[in-house]
């Protein structure tokens, strides 16, 4: 199929390329130039595993990219709005959708053929159908489930891993306001064999991708507030708590043969210093805003907010047990983006904490293995030392603390071990065991 997908950013470029791998043809628009250059010569404008390789192999074959917003629509059969839906503070900035519904609207008018637009960034329950269909109706004048079609297909893309989910989906929800739209979205999806496909409509396609990453949201505030409680009752590790619930034969399936299937559902029930990331956090406040504004407050997700928005208070919790006064003590602090495999540091629980340790006048030592530049930027008016390398970052500190797990910080151990003396270690994602380092503590513990 000829697609255009409208917004390049880091859901939109990953869906152009795989498309484009997958056969399609398919053409990337955006408003920067800048970063429709980059995309042309092949350079990614984001770092995303495997992104690159896949872009220099597809462009200029089934891939090119452009600013002629109007041109993509003509030329193609259907077209995928992935522009950023900000939150606010209030409620989900629908701007860029309603910016790009407007301008898709307007090449309408100038198309004779029939041309479905999708919605595949996240937006609430019933901006499809209410805000982005009116829209194209109006700039267009033209008759939505006549002239055109209109759907909504969620991305369920993981950073860092990003590729391998499109490529690999575990489904794929298609959303439409008629049949006619449903089967050109089941044409565009044809390419992926034997994976579960749900047909609905567009309302229900938005709820599913909320209610997804909220779960995923709960079940870490859960596990935090569990961890909380261990420590404050003393005598239990979150840890062990954990290790038991998982043996639940629900959430870890015996098999016949006596094996257990780890679903890796069950990552998402350890204790940590949050979650953080461009979804989690403003999809969850997304949807208690929509509540509030339908009058269903949504009280158990507030809860999940506030717990995260307390959760990186642990870490400093458990340095001042060790610290009465962190003034002027020296701590490394390892890993700044939200999650390993990724250079993003949007909404990470280690912004909140090096805020925390400059406030108490903490000389800080950072590391991370991809994210210092994003990091330097973010704290641009900050004296912290960024280190090129783990073992720089342990040398000559009093404590240190962990917030990503990244995998390179299993070496951590072995590092300290050649210390005298040995920092503090606190653990912000219970990462390593406790058992291997002198003097650790961790959430939860
Ligand atoms: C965004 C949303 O935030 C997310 O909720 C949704 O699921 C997918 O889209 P992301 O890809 O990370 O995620 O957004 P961002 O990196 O901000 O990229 C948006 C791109 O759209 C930018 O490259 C921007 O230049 C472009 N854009 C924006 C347009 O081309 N036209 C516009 O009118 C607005
Ligand atoms: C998430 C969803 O997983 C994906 O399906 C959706 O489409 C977009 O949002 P992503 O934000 O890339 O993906 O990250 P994910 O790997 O799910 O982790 C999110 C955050 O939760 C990270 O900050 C991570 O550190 C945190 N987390 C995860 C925990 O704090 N504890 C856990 O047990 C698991």
């Excluded at 050109?184 to 992926?192: P, Q, T």
């Excluded at 009752?233 to 979150?238: A, E, H, P, Q, R």
């Excluded at 540091?345 to 991809?370: C, N, T, W």
């Amino acid at each position: 199929m000829k697609v255009s997908i409208i917004g390049t950013g880091y859901v939109g470029l990953v869906t152009g390329v795989c498309l484009a791998e997958k056969g399609h043809r398919v053409i990337c628009v955006d408003v920067d130039q800048e970063k429709v250059d980059k995309i042309n010569q092949a350079i990614p404008p984001i770092y995303e595993q495997g992104l690159e390789e896949l872009l220099e192999k597809n462009i200029n074959v089934n891939l090119r990219a452009t600013t002629d917003l109007h041109k993509s629509v003509i030329e193609t059969d259907i077209s995928l709005i992935a522009v950023g839906t900000p939150f606010d503070g209030s409620e989900i900035d629908l701007t860029y959708i309603q910016e790009a519904s407007h301008r898709i609207g307007k090449a309408l008018q100038d198309k004779s053929t029939y041309h479905v637009v999708v919605v595949k960034s996240t937006v609430v329950p019933g901006t499809t159908d209410e805000v982005v269909l009116p829209i194209l109706e109006e700039a267009s004048g033209k008759k939505a489930g006549v002239e055109f079609g209109v759907g909504m297909n969620p991305e369920f893309l993981r950073e860092g891993e990003a590729i391998q989910d499109f490529m690999f989906p575990d489904r794929i929800v298609l959303g439409g306001i008629d049949e006619k739209s449903i089967n050109a979205l089941e044409e565009l999806y044809s390419v992926f064999d034997g994976v579960d496909k749900l047909r609905t409509n567009p309302k229900t396609a938005e709820m599913i991708k909320y209610t997804a990453n909220s779960l995923l949201a709960t079940m870490i505030s859960f596990s935090n507030e569990i961890g909380n409680l261990c420590t404050a009752l003393g005598g239990i590790d979150v840890v062990e708590v954990m290790q038991g619930v998982h043996l639940d034969k629900r959430l870890s399936p015996i098999m016949p043969n006596g094996d257990r299937i780890v679903p890796s559902f069950t990552t998402y029930l350890e204790a940590g210093c949050g979650f953080g990331g461009s979804c989690f956090p403003k999809d969850v406040k997304a949807l208690i805003a929509h509540g509030e504004k339908v009058g269903r407050p949504m009280r158990l997700l507030d809860a999940v907010i506030q717990v995260n928005e307390q959760q990186p208070q642990q870490v400093l919790s458990l340095l001042k047990k060790h610290f009465p006064s962190l003034k002027g003590i020296r701590i490394a602090v390892l890993g700044l983006a939200f999650k390993p495999g990724t250079d993003d540091v949007r909404e990470s629980p280690a912004i909140p904490i090096v805020k925390d340790l400059l406030a108490q006048e903490v000389e800080i030592r950072a590391y991370d293995p991809v994210a210092k530049y994003e990091a330097q930027r973010l704290f641009s008016n900050h004296e912290i030392l960024y280190c090129d390398d783990l073992a720089q970052a342990l040398q000559d500190v009093q404590a240190v603390v962990l917030l990503t797990r990244w995998e390179e910080f299993k070496r951590i151990p072995e590092l300290l071990t050649h210390l005298d003396p040995q920092p503090l270690f606190i653990d912000g994602r219970r990462m390593l065991d406790k058992n291997s380092i002198a003097r650790y503590d961790g959430i939860g513990l």
